[in-house]
C-alpha cells in the first residue's frame, strides 16, 4: 500500500490495458512525444512507442506469463490488501471484485 504522504506527489497513472495511450500521453504532457515517443521504434524505426507489432507482441506474451503465475486466488488476495488504493480516486483503477 502506498504511503499517503505519496499522494500528492502522484499526477500520472498508467495502466497496462492502455499502456500505448497512456505513454503518449505522458510524453506528451512532459514535452517528449515528438523526440521520444513518436517516431523511433519498431522493425524501421518509423512506429511511435508501443505501435510496432513487436511491442504488442511483447505486451501480449507479458500478459501470459502474469497468467501463469498471477492467479485468480492471488488476484483476489492483492486487491483485498490494497483495497484502499483501489478505492483512491486518484489512481483511477477498476477493481474486478465487488467490493
Known amino acids: 500500500r502506498i504511503d ?3 499522494i500528492p ?7 497496462m490495458d492502455t499502456v500505448s ?6 510524453l506528451r504532457q512532459v514535452g517528449a512525444w515528438h523526440p521520444y515517443g513518436a517516431v ?3 522493425k524501421n ?6 505501435q510496432s507489432k513487436s511491442a504488442s507482441i511483447r505486451v501480449s506474451e507479458a500478459k501470459l506469463k ?3 503465475y498471477y492467479t485468480p486466488e492471488l488476484e483476489e488476495r492483492a486487491e483485498k490488501l490494497y483495497v484502499k488504493d483501489y478505492m ?3 489512481f483511477n483503477v ?3 471484485l465487488d467490493g
Open 88 to 90: 483512491h480516486p486518484v
Open 45 to 50: 524505426q518509423s512506429e511511435a512507442v508501443f
Open 21 to 26: 495511450a497512456d505513454t503518449e500521453r505522458l
Open 66 to 68: 502474469l497468467g501463469q
Open 94 to 96: 477498476t477493481r474486478s
Open 9 to 15: 506527489y502522484i499526477n500520472f497513472i498508467g495502466h
Open 4 to 6: 499517503d504522504k505519496f
Open 40 to 42: 523511433g521504434w519498431g
